[in-house]
């Protein structure tokens, strides 16, 4: 049981570079999320999905996509990379949408935008 | 809306010694208060969690913490500290909503002195 991986765990792209970073979860959640962390600021919600096929946004959302195509990934992508999406980004799973329900997360990833 | 405040973006404490991180939090719901735990170059790690019933909520490794509603606290404490303590704390709250709404702090980061 991996619980939450994240892929790649670190990545430097140039200003306007695309990627995508790859969440999965091996715990039959239906809800995931996608965070980034920036020092002083804590975690701040980037998107969400309360299942498959299904997203929404979150505090941050701007110059982010995601998809989930599948109940056990959700994918973040960034279409023209900023010095400003530098940050460590960090993927989580919960069974459910209840307020108690604890969330789980991923080992994250370190992307530097040059 | 709600929010949190974590009092002291750095605490240092001999090892043995009482820890005591601070949470303060907003919530126009009743809330569901975590504790969460990174330690370096991980992911979150959840401590404990206040969702209803018993106040005083005892976590993994030692920690509990109190849910006091008139002071909208919820403070973490350890009454021996150990040098394997040391890392980021993150306090974050969810309303009665869906756990999409889980808002954190911005982080306290604990040294243990040997």
């Known amino acids: 049981n991996a619980g939450v991986t994240q892929t790649p765990k670190f990545r430097v792209l140039k200003t306007g570079q695309s990627m995508t970073l790859l969440c999965a979860q091996d715990m039959n959640h239906e809800y995931m999320y996608w965070y980034r962390q920036d020092p002083g600021m804590g975690l701040r919600l980037i998107h969400y999905?309360?299942?498959?096929?299904?997203?929404a946004k979150g505090e941050v959302p701007d110059g982010y996509n995601v998809s989930r195509l599948k109940k056990q990934n959700f994918l973040l992508g960034l279409e023209s990379a900023a010095p400003s999406q530098t940050s460590v980004y960090f993927c989580a799973s919960s069974y459910g949408g209840r307020g108690s329900d604890t969330q789980y997360f991923g080992p994250g990833t370190r992307l530097t935008v040059l | 809306a709600q929010s949190v405040t974590q009092l002291g973006s750095h605490v240092s404490v001999s090892e043995g010694a009482l820890v005591l991180l601070r949470c303060n939090y907003s919530?126009?719901?009743?809330?569901?208060l975590f504790w969460y735990v990174q330690y370096p170059n991980q992911g979150l790690q959840l401590l404990l969690k206040?969702?209803?019933?018993?106040?005083l909520v005892k976590g993994i490794n030692g920690f509990e913490a109190e849910f006091k509603k008139s002071e909208t606290s919820f403070h973490l404490t350890k009454p021996s500290a150990h040098m394997s303590d040391a890392a980021e704390y993150f306090c974050a709250v969810s309303g009665s909503g869906s756990a999409r709404q889980l808002t954190f702090g911005s982080g306290t980061q604990l040294t243990v002195l040997p």
């Open positions: 206040y969702t209803t019933g018993a106040t």
């Open positions: 999905s309360v299942g498959e096929g299904t997203t």
């Open positions: 919530s126009s719901v009743p809330p569901y």
